[in-house]
């Protein structure tokens, strides 16, 4: 599978989050929906809403100039919470990097707001994107 390498556009998409991901006072997560018990023994399992914001960001984070198909193998969740290896990772990395915070929702509810945003996972990767950014 042939490689597309991420434009200076690819980049100003994503590095625009920061600010808004980051403002004072932003949560990732409007509300939390579900968790209620519909009959006897039935429960609705509950799911996150999020703002727009996060639904725009990762569905840039998403696009195939960012995707590393094989992340999995990679083991990058022990990186990805490691600012100091965030600061030194390379451009293929970042990529790993990003897959996996995308892509991490689907097996973790509520993964994209406290499990990378809120934690500061997601600034580290775009404040090491925007050293990595071509002039």
Known sequence: ????????????????????LYADGFKPIARWGGGDKVEEGVFVMPWAEYEEAVHQFFGFASKECWMDYNYISKNIGEVIYDPERVARATLQQIKTMLTWCARGERFCEGHWGGGVIEDGSVRNVLLRLQELRPS
Do not use: G, H, Q, R
């Not at 980049?11 to 600010?19: M, R, T």
């Open 1 to 20: 599978m042939k490689t597309v390498e991420p434009t200076s556009a690819d980049f100003d998409e994503l590095l625009a989050y920061l600010p808004i």
